[in-house]
Structure formats: C-alpha cells, structure tokens
C-alpha cells in the first residue's frame, strides 16, 4: 500500500507533548505515523498508544513503525474510545495525547473513497469504512433537502447550501447519486461561477459531507468533554485542528477546562466548586511557519493548541 501524508507541525507537537523516557503517549490519530515515528524516538522505556478509524493507517504503521526501546500498542478504532483502550491496557491515565484532525493525504489521494471531487469513486467517505456510519451516498440520497442544507451550510459554511440541496433532491429522484464525480459536477452546475476564485466549487460540499459521514465535531466535542479524565497529572494535550469549526470546540473545551475559582479571595472556603483542571500553553493558537506552508501547503490552515493536566 503506498501511503502517503505529510506530517504538520511535527516539532511543535513533540516539544508541547513533552515527549521524555519512560512516559506514556496516546498518538489518536495515526494516519501515517509522521508523528508517531518522532514520538517512538524520545520515549525509550515508555509507550505510544497508536489509534486510527481508517484500518489503512494501522496496516502501515505496523510496518512503518518499530521501536526496541518503547512499547507499541495500536488500536483500529476511535478516539473517544481512548478510556476502553486504557482500561484494556489497565493504565490509569496517560502522560500525552495527540490529535492531528481531518485527513491524511493517503485517504484523499489514493484510498478509492469519494474524498476527492476530483477522482471518480464510489461516493463512501467513512474514515471507518467497516464502521456503523452512514456513507456519504446514504446521506446524499436519503437526507431531506433541509437537512442536506444544514449541513452544507453548517459545516462547510457554504453560501449556495440551498441551491445545492435544492439540486441534488431533483437529481436523485431520476437515478441515485453514487459518485465523487457525479456530485461534484451537480455542485458545479449550481454555484455561480465568480471571477478567479481559488477553490473549486464543491470544496464546501465535500468538506462538509465529510465532517457529517464522519461525526467529526460531536466525536470531538465529547472528547473534549472527557480529556482531564485520560491525563496522568503534568499530562499534556495537544490538538492541530485544520478548520475554524473543529478549532472552536477545541479553544472552547479547553478554556471550560481552565476555568478558575472565581469566589472572592475574602471567602473562607470555595463555594462556586469551580477548579480549573488544565493549563492552556498556548493563548494564541500557535501556526505553522511560513517555510511549513510553502513545503506543505496542505499545512496553511493548521492550529495547534496544548495543554497540560494541573
Ligand atoms: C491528518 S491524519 C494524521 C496524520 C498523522 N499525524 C501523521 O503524522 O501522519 C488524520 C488521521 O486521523 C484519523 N482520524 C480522524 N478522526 C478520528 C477519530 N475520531 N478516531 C480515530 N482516528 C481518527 C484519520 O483516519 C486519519 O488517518
């Protein structure tokens, strides 16, 4: 299999884990084991945790990653159930956790799955192809056009989700959608062609269906919701997110998690039981450098952000 992705951030992700010998670290998104490789290096007598819903990157991480010095557990599955692969394990907790979001270029490129407008491929777009998700072909034809609306405008932000959805209900009441292509030439016919614009016109549409397919931004809220409880304390989170919606829930999870004590410094005991869990190291999302982006433009829209567990 050739498997191909470009790791983001790989230094800044590794310095903010705090990657040392003996320490625990839960890689949650594999993919091509970019990161996983840097971390395997800097954690001699330690263990990296490898976990990823697309079996793809499990299948190349075992061949790509070896370490005699670290222990190496991989998991086909998802990050939200990190607490079972723990429990599993029987680990109380882990000294990092990293999550690169979104795709890697293998599952865009190469994996035969519909994440491209500009391959003709059976319209899937499960990271999980073995999973209980809906495809992207069941939810194109299957969904109310309010609902195919909603969430080309709500994930992908897209002007003409309407006009869109309008569009594809027409369409597959003759013959059911079931191609990258197909879609992405319905998408084309209906969005107005302005001037030069810099992104094609279904780029939306298939973000979008792709965040809907995969449940990305609920999985991540309840991830979120969970992390302080997966840390050792001094643990660290690290989160490279790639579009304003994921990096919303990951700057707001987090600042729910740092929340101080607001009762006045007079009061003899706490009463607002508010204690703040995490320690956010990054009060601005860090980016990536300009020579980053010029070697990788798939790295343009990244933020990382981190904390630690107090
Ligand atoms: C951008 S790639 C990661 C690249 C990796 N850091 C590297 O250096 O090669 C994202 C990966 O995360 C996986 N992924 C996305 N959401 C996931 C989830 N909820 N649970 C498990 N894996 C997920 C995808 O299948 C994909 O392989």
Redesign the pocket.
């Known amino acids: 299999m050739n498997y191909r992705?470009i790791?983001v951030m790989p230094n800044e992700a590794v310095a903010f884990l705090d990657c040392k010998p003996g320490k625990i670290i839960a890689d949650?998104?594999?993919?091509?084991?970019?990161?996983s490789s840097a971390i395997l290096e800097k954690i001699p007598g330690g263990v990296l945790i490898g976990?990823?819903?697309?079996i793809a990157?499990i299948d190349h991480a075992k061949n790509v990653l070896n370490s005699t010095s670290a222990e190496l557990r991989l998991f086909h599955g998802?990050?939200?159930d990190l607490a079972a692969y723990l429990s599993e394990m029987n680990l109380a907790g882990v000294d990092g956790i990293l999550m690169?979001?979104?795709?890697?270029l293998y599952?865009l490129e190469a994996s035969g799955r519909g994440f491209s407008f500009q391959r003709d491929e059976p319209l899937d777009m499960r990271?999980n192809a073995e999973g209980d998700d809906l495809s992207a072909e069941d939810i194109v034809n299957t969904e109310s056009e309010e609902e195919l609306a909603r969430i080309f405008k709500e994930y992908g932000e897209e002007r003409y989700a309407r006009r869109i959805a309008k569009s594809i209900v027409i369409i597959r009441k003759q013959t059911r959608i079931c191609s990258s292509l197909r879609l992405a030439h319905i998408v084309s016919d209906v969005v107005p062609k302005k001037g030069v614009s810099r992104i094609h016109p279904a780029t939306r549409t298939f973000m979008a269906l792709r965040i809907a397919v995969?449940k990305?931004l609920e999985?991540l809220d309840a991830f979120m919701a969970q992390v302080s409880g997966l840390l050792n304390p001094g643990g660290r989170l690290c989160v490279i997110s790639f579009h304003s919606l994921e990096d919303r829930i990951v700057k707001h999870g987090l600042k729910a998690l740092a929340k101080t004590c607001i009762c006045p410094s007079d009061f003899p005991i706490c009463v607002c039981r508010q204690q703040a869990k995490m320690r956010i190291l990054t009060p601005k999302a860090q980016k990536p450098s300009e020579a980053e982006i010029s070697a990788n433009s798939m790295a343009r829209s990244a933020k990382l952000r981190a904390a630690e567990k107090i």
């Open positions: 992705h790791s949650c998104t594999l993919g091509g084991s970019g990161h976990i990823d819903q697309d990157a998802n990050f939200i690169d979001l979104g795709l890697s599952q990271m995969n990305e999985r």
